[in-house]
C-alpha cells in the first residue's frame, strides 16, 4: 500500500519528517523516500531501498545532510518517491498513495496534450507518481490539477505536494485512503497514521473528508476544497492494515478489532471448545483478545515471532521468500502446544499457503485440533484501489481457486455473490473445501455484516468490494 507524510514548520522539518515517515514502516516493503525545501538551497531529496533494512538505517546520514523548513516522504511498495518536478507551474515535490487503473489510456491522453515522454521504470511501466504530476501540470493551477486528477484517475489517489509557499494535502475522492492533519506551535504535518505525530508533540487537528484539498503553513490549514459526501474508505485498513494506535473516522484499530473478536465468540458460543485462543501474531492478537474477553477462553502465545533480525511483517517481494520468513520467524512454544485445542485467529486468508503451514506446524508440534477464525470475510475480488494484495490474479485467492473447480474458470457474477453470502449453500461449501485443503479441524470467517458491526460507521461509508464485489 504505501504511506505518505508531509511537515510545515516555522524551524527544521528534518527530524520530524523523519520519524513521521518511519512511523508509516508497516505500510511498505520496498523503497523510502525525504524530499525538502530550504529557502537557500531549494528542493533536496533522498530516496533508498528498505527491502533488506529498515528506514531508519537507511535515512540516517540523509538526516544530517538534509535542510528546510518543509518537506514530505513517503514508505512506498513499488514505485521510487517523492520526486522533484520543475514546470510551468513552478517547482514541487509531490508523493502520492494510492492505484491507477487506468494508466495506460492516461499516458496517451497526456502524449496528445503536449506531454513529450515519461521516465520508464524498470519492468517498462510508468511511475504513477510521475502520472499524477503530469496530470496536474496540464492545468493553470496546482489546486486545479490536483482536481483534475483526481476527476480521471480510475482507482484511488492520495497526495501531498511541497512547494516553497507550503504543503498541499489532497485526500482521494472518495477517501478511500485516510489523510490527518496535525498541529503544534509553529508547525503542521499531514499523515496518513493517525499515531505518526503525537510524540513529535502534534495534536490532532481534523481528518480530511473525502475529496478534500488543503493547504498547510507553519501558521495554519487553508481548506481548498470541501470534502465531498460519498465516502468508500478501505475497510481492510482497521482488519490489518492499520497499525493498533491508528484512527480513522473516528475509530481507533485496536478497538475494532477487540469488536470484532468479541463478534466471532459470539457466533461460536456452544459449538467449540478450545483451551486456548491465540492471534497469528502481529495482526491477529488484538482480534484473539477480544474473543478470549468475550468467550472465557484464556488467551496465549503458542508462538512467539522473532522480531531482532525479522521486524518487519512483510519484507521480501517474492512470494516464496515471504512464506520462508514466515515460517523462520515463528518460534514455538511446545507446552502451550502439544495435546491442545488452540483457536487461532488470523486477520485474513488471501492464498492460504501460510496458514496451511502454521497450522502443520502447530500439528508438527503436538496441537491435537487447530480451529481458524479469519477475522474477515472470505476474499473474493482483487482489490481495484489500494493494491493491499500483490496477487497478481485472482485465481491466487484460494476461494477463487475452489469456486473454479465447482464452476469452471467462467463464473457468473450472480453465481459468485451466492458464494459470499454466508447463508447460501454455495458459501457453506466453499469453506468446507477451503476447511478440508487447509487441514483445519474448523473453519468459520468474520460474516460482512458482523465486520461493518466492529468498524460502527455508516455502511455506506466503507469499501467492501475484496469480500462482495460492490464498487
Known amino acids: 500500500m504505501g504511506g505518505i507524510f508531509g511537515v510545515v514548520s516555522k524551524n527544521s522539518c528534518v527530524m520530524d519528517l523523519f ?13 523510502g523516500g525525504m524530499a525538502v525545501y530550504d529557502r537557500e538551497e531549494g528542493f533536496n531529496r533522498a530516496i533508498h531501498n528498505i527491502e533488506n533494512s ?153 481528518e480530511l473528508g473525502p475529496g478534500e484539498v488543503d493547504f498547510l503553513t507553519p501558521e495554519g490549514v487553508e481548506v481548498l476544497q470541501k470534502p465531498g459526501d460519498k465516502m468508500r474508505i478501505c475497510s481492510f485498513l482497521w482488519v490489518y492494515y492499520g497499525y493498533p494506535t491508528s484512527t480513522y473516522e473516528g475509530v481507533n484499530v485496536e478497538e475494532m478489532r477487540y469488536k470484532c473478536g468479541d463478534i466471532l ?90 496458514l496451511r503451514e502454521t497450522t502443520e506446524f502447530l500439528y508438527n508440534n503436538g496441537a491435537r485440533e487447530v480451529h481458524i477464525r479469519p477475522a474477515c470475510p472470505p476474499l473474493l475480488y482483487g482489490c481495484k484501489y489500494l493494491n493491499f494484495s500483490r496477487s497478481k490474479s485472482e485465481m491466487d485467492l484460494i476461494t477463487r481457486r475452489i469456486v473454479a473447480k465447482r464452476e469452471g474458470d467462467h463464473v457468473d457474477p450472480k453465481v459468485l455473490a451466492d458464494y459470499a453470502n454466508p447463508d447460501s449453500q454455495n458459501y457453506k461449501e466453499m469453506l468446507e473445501e477451503i476447511r478440508k485443503e487447509l487441514n483445519f479441524t474448523s473453519l468459520k470467517y468474520h460474516r460482512l455484516d458482523d465486520l461493518e458491526a466492529s468498524i460502527d460507521i455508516e455502511p455506506c461509508k466503507l469499501c467492501t468490494y475484496c469480500w462482495n464485489g460492490v464498487e
Not at 515522454?117 to 492545468?139: C, D, R, W, Y
Open 19 to 31: 520519524f513521521g515517515i518511519d512511523y508509516h514502516s508497516h505500510l511498505g516493503t520496498r523503497r
Open 54 to 206: 529498515p528506514f531508519r538505517t537507511k535515512f540516517d546520514r540523509d538526516v544530517e545532510e538534509l535542510h528546510g523548513n518543509v518537506g514530505i516522504g513517503c514508505i512506498s511498495d513499488n514505485e521510487p518517491q517523492p520526486l522533484l518536478v520543475r514546470s510551468h507551474l513552478g517547482n514541487f515535490a509531490i508523493t502520492t498513495v494510492g492505484k491507477i487503473n487506468n494508466l495506460e489510456e492516461l499516458v496517451q491522453n497526456c502524449f496528445k496534450n503536449g506531454c513529450s515522454h515519461f521516465l520508464e521504470m524498470s519492468g517498462g511501466s510508468v511511475n504513477p507518481t510521475e502520472m499524477v504530476a503530469a496530470l496536474i501540470n496540464q492545468k493553470g493551477s496546482i489546486l486545479d490539477g490536483i482536481r483534475y486528477a483526481q476527476e480521471v484517475i480510475q482507482g484511488s489517489m492520495t497526495m501531498l505536494i511541497l512547494t516553497p509557499e507550503g504543503l498541499y494535502a489532497a485526500r482521494d475522492r472518495l477517501g478511500r485512503t485516510p489523510l490527518v492533519i496535525g498541529r503544534k506551535e509553529g508547525a503542521c504535518c499531514a499523515s496518513f497514521e493517525s499515531h505518526a505525530y503525537i510524540n513529535l508533540g502534534y495534536e490532532d487537528y481534523k
Open 265 to 354: 465468540a459470539g457466533r461460536d458460543a456452544g459449538e467449540i471448545s478450545p483451551d486456548i485462543v491465540a492471534g497469528v501474531p502481529d495482526s491477529g492478537i488484538a482480534h484473539a483478545i477480544g474473543y478470549a474477553n468475550r468467550s472465557g477462553v484464556p488467551f496465549a502465545r503458542p508462538f512467539i515471532k522473532y522480531t531482532p533480525t525479522w521486524p518487519r511483517s512483510f519484507m521480501p517481494t517474492q512470494q516464496s521468500q515471504r512464506n520462508l520468513i514466515a515460517r523462520m520467524k515463528l518460534i514455538p512454544v511446545h507446552k502451550l502446544i502439544k495435546g491442545k485445542s488452540l483457536l487461532m485467529i488470523d486477520d485474513s486468508i488471501v492464498r492460504g499457503t501460510q
